[in-house]
């Protein structure tokens, strides 16, 4: 059972324009979630975070929107660049047994064209 | 930003030998490290999660005594993988946390090839 889904497996998308990565979740004692970059051959890097008591958090050209209604976050990345391109993983964190797990989605593998 | 080490990068061993994988947080205290695998084109699937000083707690269907952790200080977690089968052969990755409901950091990964 698939608690974190990233039901698109890639995008690709042109330089400059808005990358939407989409995640669903379906555990409701999910109270956080995060976005992880990951090139190949390496660890996911922190992207950004929001907390299930806010909608939009923002960084830079990062924003992430919770939408808890309908168990759904996304993120924005504008304006799109090259480097940019990798996979990018949603996860979702709670807590179980006083130990605070995360989920990870599949990963969605993203390509910004020149 | 946090760094967080992981030796060796990339292991081959043969089939029955036993490999020690070190995670290190190199400019803060982990008092909480979890060690994931990643398949290939699958997700990152959390192994266990190891609190400094104390036994680590494994995911179901994980093999405690395949998978041995040790936490033995604030920077320093070690996962060895026990006599050791090519089905073995996968992607550890290793994350730590300096407090609780904070990001988690993660390690470059360790590639493990068991011949």
């Known amino acids: 059972d698939q608690q974190v889904k990233q039901n698109s497996p890639s995008l690709s998308v042109q330089e400059g324009r808005i990358s939407i990565l989409n995640c669903d979740y379906t555990n409701s004692m999910f109270d956080y979630f995060l976005w992880y970059k990951k090139y190949p051959a390496e660890g996911p890097t922190f992207l950004i975070s929001i907390s299930s008591i806010k909608d939009k958090n923002e960084d830079g050209r990062f924003t992430v929107f919770l939408n808890k209604s309908a168990k759904h976050l996304s993120l924005h990345i504008v304006p799109s660049q090259p480097g940019d391109s990798a996979v990018y993983f949603c996860a979702a964190s709670y807590t179980q047994g006083g130990s605070e797990k995360l989920v990870f989605g599949k990963g969605m593998k993203l390509t910004v064209n020149p | 930003g946090a760094v967080v080490s992981q030796h060796p990068s990339r292991v081959i061993c043969k089939s029955g030998t036993s490999v020690k994988i070190e995670c290190r947080s190199l400019?803060?205290?982990?008092?909480?490290m979890f060690w994931y695998r990643q398949f290939p084109k699958k997700s990152l699937m959390l192994m266990a999660t190891s609190n400094e000083g104390s036994k680590a707690t494994y995911e179901q269907g994980v093999e405690k005594d395949k998978f041995l952790i040790n936490h033995a200080s604030l920077t320093l977690s070690t996962l060895t993988v026990t006599s050791a089968h090519p089905e073995d052969s996968s992607f550890y990755i290793c994350?730590?946390?300096?407090?609780?409901?904070?990001?988690?950091?993660f390690g470059p990964g360790t590639r493990l090839t068991v011949t």
């Open positions: 400019d803060f205290q982990a008092t909480t």
């Open positions: 994350s730590a946390r300096d407090r609780p409901r904070y990001e988690q950091y």
